[in-house]
């Protein structure tokens, strides 16, 4: 069960727009160079989002992989269904 409530708290993360629409603000203030850049990326990827947010939540390793491939297949199949 709370492998399922951490891929929608993935999920939520990365496709609420405000939210998403504050982490730009704050990177385009911020100078860019490699790592603010993939620290800009993993904000907005549903994998990276949903391994860190799991493993800092949980502490466990596996539950944080196991949420980062069904935050993936959800994205996935969602962007599938958007076509």
Not at 4 to 26: H, V
Request: hydrophobic share 50%.
């Amino acid at each position: 069960m709370e492998i399922i409530l951490y891929t929608a708290l993935a999920w939520f993360l990365t496709n609420f727009e405000p939210l998403q629409d504050l982490i730009d603000r704050i990177f385009t203030e911020v100078p860019l160079n490699r790592l603010t850049i993939y620290l800009h990326n993993g904000l907005g990827c549903p994998k990276c989002m949903g391994f860190w947010t799991t493993w800092a939540l949980s502490g466990e390793f596996l539950t944080a992989c196991l949420v980062s491939l069904l935050s993936y297949i959800v994205d996935l199949c969602l962007t599938r269904l958007n076509y």
